[in-house]
């Protein structure tokens, strides 16, 4: 049985973890208009959990309230949770550094997924007719049909070598959760050094593009 109070507390920590992500975009290097489309659309989804936490709480129409209802909002927000957590990893400092594939993720992946998201969210306010409940379903599925690229599901799977070429050639949306969630692991603690090096943060926080490191055992997949 779905808890009024618990889906409108689900729908408050959303919008902070939504707000989250922005901050993660916004301190960004990402391509000026990747990040801005994608900052637009999650400022248009988090007016979209705003209302639809204030429908909830208030709850002045009963069809809001309903266990169907609430069912749906209970399953739109497991998945855009780990939707907008991806993000906030993914596009914080000390997440993946290629610019190319922090690009490819925006573009190919993170954007389409958030404008379906947008999009469940508006249609979950409507009253219930037959349009509502055709375009529920439709999006639904899409939204379904994406849980195969969360990163979790690939996190305990050895990589061959073979797997490597197949992953980074084509790049595609779900290669590229693959490749994420590779970059994503490391030892605890690892390469924190970097963080604290003068050099490093004037690179990060100034208006130079290029981090030039040199030395022994210092490559790609080391930093």
Not at 2 to 13: D, G, K, M
Not at 51 to 73: A, K, M
Not at 174 to 187: D, G, P
Request: proline share 4%.
């Amino acid at each position: 049985m779905f808890e009024v109070p618990a889906i409108s507390c689900r729908l408050a920590q959303a919008a902070h973890s939504v707000r989250a992500a922005m901050r993660s975009l916004a301190n960004g290097r990402e391509s000026q208009d990747s990040s801005q489309k994608a900052l637009l659309v999650m400022s248009e989804i988090l007016d979209l959990l705003h209302q639809v936490h204030g429908q909830v709480t208030w709850g002045e129409n009963e069809w809001i309230v309903t266990q169907t209802r609430l069912g749906v909002f209970q399953e739109l927000l497991c998945a855009f949770e780990i939707t907008i957590t991806a993000i906030e990893t993914n596009f914080q400092p000390g997440g993946v550094g290629s610019r190319v594939y922090r690009k490819g993720l925006l573009e190919q992946t993170f954007i389409p997924r958030l404008e379906q998201y947008k999009f469940a969210f508006l249609v979950a306010i409507q009253p219930d007719s037959r349009e509502r409940s055709a375009s529920e379903q439709q999006v639904r599925s899409n939204i379904r049909a994406c849980r195969d690229l969360e990163p979790g599901r690939f996190r305990y799977s050895p990589l061959s070598d073979d797997d490597f070429h197949t992953i980074t050639s084509p790049v595609t949306s779900k290669n590229l959760m693959k490749l994420t969630n590779i970059c994503n692991r490391r030892e605890k603690d690892t390469c924190q050094w970097i963080f604290q090096e003068d050099k490093y943060k004037a690179w990060l926080f100034g208006s130079c593009r290029t981090l030039y490191c040199v030395g022994p055992g210092i490559h790609a997949p080391s930093l």
